[in-house]
């Protein structure tokens, strides 16, 4: 069963900055691309960003492009994202998850995915 741990998430100010962290378990981690994915009130869970399991590729929606960089630590099973200069906009609950190799540069989850509870990050203007 895949399983995945965020945190990270906290209310900030317009501006701020934030460290999404995740953890995830039960699959093969090294052989995924790995990604984040968040939820706004209201609406559907879309594609944040992706990493490729090399660390090579670097995928992001247009909203997020020079504000938010997808890490991965191979060695530990772990990702982040960093996120700076947040607005407003960015507010959401994150997730993470591995990505669907086969559908970048679109942001698709794998289909076997548990989505975890989530980091809610809130940005106040």
């Known amino acids: 069963q895949v399983t995945a741990v965020e945190s990270g998430g906290e209310l900030v100010q317009a501006g701020g900055s934030r460290r999404l962290s995740c953890t995830a378990s039960g699959f093969r981690f090294a052989e995924y691309a790995m990604g984040w994915f968040r939820q706004k009130e209201g609406k559907e869970r879309e594609g944040g960003s992706c990493v490729s399991w090399k660390s090579q590729q670097h995928y992001y929606i247009d909203s997020l492009k020079g504000r938010f960089t997808i890490s991965r630590d191979n060695a530990i099973g772990a990702r982040s994202l960093q996120m700076a200069n947040l607005q407003p906009g960015h507010t959401a609950m994150y997730y993470c998850?591995?990505?669907?190799?086969?559908?970048?540069?679109?942001?698709?989850?794998?289909?076997?995915?548990?989505w975890g509870q989530g980091t809610q990050v809130t940005v106040s203007a």
């Open positions: 998850a591995p990505c669907q190799s086969s559908t970048l540069p679109d942001l698709d989850p794998v289909q076997f995915v548990t």
